[in-house]
């Protein structure tokens, strides 16, 4: 009998994940055998979860995005953290087996949760009867309309350069203005690119003029959101989603959109990074077969995310829980402090504070994983709503990803990446930059639809002409 090659390549990656937890551990002087056996209990379940996400009837960019998220943050930086810097963990703090197992315990209680929503909602959806599709009036995108988004994208440009002049004079001065402006306005330009290529990427070739936007607002972008200054948590969902939607034959099965962001973030990302953060004389060919560049990079304060949660555990323990006092704060984002005094930090922040007070941390601007904010505020319970929560949204972005409407189809492939994002935290922090973000899509679908009204409405005022013979 002949095994499935998809088959085959759900074995070896189960098989890789678990091997990956146990070389590490065995090369660990603090594991012990019950941090072992929570480590390989949570590597099963985000197993189990692999081989359900490629087994989806449609491949879900949001889904793999937190499978990324799992891998990546949960289970691959961790215990090579745990090999490489011993009782040491990459957030100054030290090592507590009961606290270790408690983090490995959540992040399993919460990736249990998110596959059985998850599961339960594909399967309630499926069960309802069919209905007739409720047609909404489609985003229509036309030169025209296109054309009167080129003004601003000009002033939104003009507002990038004037901020980057202010920081490097040294005169910036971070405020709710400048976010709104920065977040918001001058991020316009990328769900107009997006746009674009979701509705006319197969017409550039027919349709020259197309190109010629594409490069235009391809030009805001990269001033708005220099990829030589911007952060990663910035830059990440615009030029992953502007790939896929260029290229996507990427994202045509599961198991080929899974791998190919382990291939970017796993290989692309720390390979990057020997020839960024290096001179050009100082290039080292060699260096890439070296397996300490790829596991150096794990070991780096980016994927502090299970370390963080070990301290909110510690946190925790020491101080109770918060019973929402954090999740008010991150609805509340824009208030500002002077009218709320006792406004909550991001929970990153306190993190940060506490470490610096408990250990070496010089800086308290952390993440904080999702699993730790809910956590933080409600215990396992709040962990359990949290990935429930989770399990709708990422099905809710699926419809978007798979709508006839091109805005909505970039909004969806756009906010499913930035899930990775979301789920590395601080939640404040998050929710406040994809409110920009949001707003940004909502306020071009708005100018799209006033405008394809406008034209509807000139076109129904025209007497109507007999036909003569």
């Known amino acids: 009998m002949r095994i499935p090659l998809n088959a085959v390549w759900d074995m070896v990656m189960i098989g890789l994940i678990v091997s990956l937890v146990s070389i590490c551990h065995s090369m660990s002087h603090v594991s012990t055998p019950t941090l072992l056996a929570s480590s390989l209990m949570l590597a099963a379940v985000i197993a189990a979860h692999w081989v359900m996400h490629n087994n989806e009837r449609l491949p879900s960019m949001a889904d793999a995005a937190v499978l990324l998220f799992e891998l990546m943050f949960l289970l691959l930086a961790p215990n090579v953290q745990l090999a490489l810097l011993e009782e040491n963990l990459v957030n100054t703090s030290v090592l507590n087996e009961t606290y270790a197992v408690i983090t490995n315990l959540l992040c399993m209680t919460f990736v249990l949760s998110y596959l059985l929503a998850r599961r339960y909602i594909l399967a309630r959806t499926r069960r309802r009867s069919v209905r007739p599709p409720t047609r909404h009036p489609s985003t229509r995108l036309s030169v025209r309309r296109a054309l009167f988004l080129v003004p601003v994208g000009l002033i939104t440009v003009y507002l990038s350069t004037r901020s980057i002049e202010l920081v490097t004079l040294g005169t910036f001065e971070s405020s709710p203005a400048y976010l709104l402006e920065q977040k918001f306005f001058c991020f316009i330009p990328v769900p107009m690119l997006f746009m674009i290529v979701a509705a006319k990427r197969t017409r550039f070739l027919k349709e020259p003029v197309w190109i010629l936007f594409f490069l235009f607002f391809l030009a805001c972008v990269l001033v708005n959101l220099n990829p030589a200054i911007e952060k990663r948590n910035t830059l990440g969902p615009v030029y992953l989603g502007l790939l896929f939607l260029l290229v996507p ?37 060699k260096a890439i077969l070296d397996p300490d560049l790829y596991f150096s990079h794990f070991v780096q304060l980016h994927y502090d995310a299970w370390a963080n949660l070990h301290t909110m555990v510690e946190l925790v323990d020491h101080q109770g ?4 006092r954090q999740l008010l704060g991150t609805f509340l984002f824009f208030v500002p402090h002077t009218l709320w005094e006792t406004k909550p930090l991001a929970t990153g922040i306190v993190i940060g504070q506490y470490l610096s007070a408990n250990y070496q941390m010089d800086f308290d601007n952390l993440s904080a994983p999702l699993v730790a904010e809910a956590y933080v ?36 492939v756009y906010f499913s990446l930035y899930l990775i994002f979301l789920l590395r935290g601080a939640l404040m922090v998050a929710v406040a930059y994809g409110s920009g973000a949001a707003l940004a899509f909502v306020a071009v679908d708005r100018v799209m639809r006033y405008r394809q009204k406008r034209a509807q409405a000139r076109i129904d005022s025209l007497p109507a002409h007999p036909v003569t013979s």
């Open 249 to 285: 034959g990427l994202a045509r099965t599961s198991r080929v959109q899974i791998t190919v962001l382990l291939l970017l973030m796993g290989v692309f990302f720390p390979l990057s990074s020997a020839f960024t953060h290096n001179q050009v004389e100082s290039w080292d060919l």
């Open 321 to 324: 829980i918060q019973l929402g």
């Open 377 to 412: 505020d409600f215990s396992v319970f709040g962990i359990v709503i949290a990935a429930v929560a989770l399990a709708w949204l990422t099905r809710l972005l699926d419809k978007f990803c798979y709508s006839d409407n091109p805005l909505a189809q970039a909004a969806g």
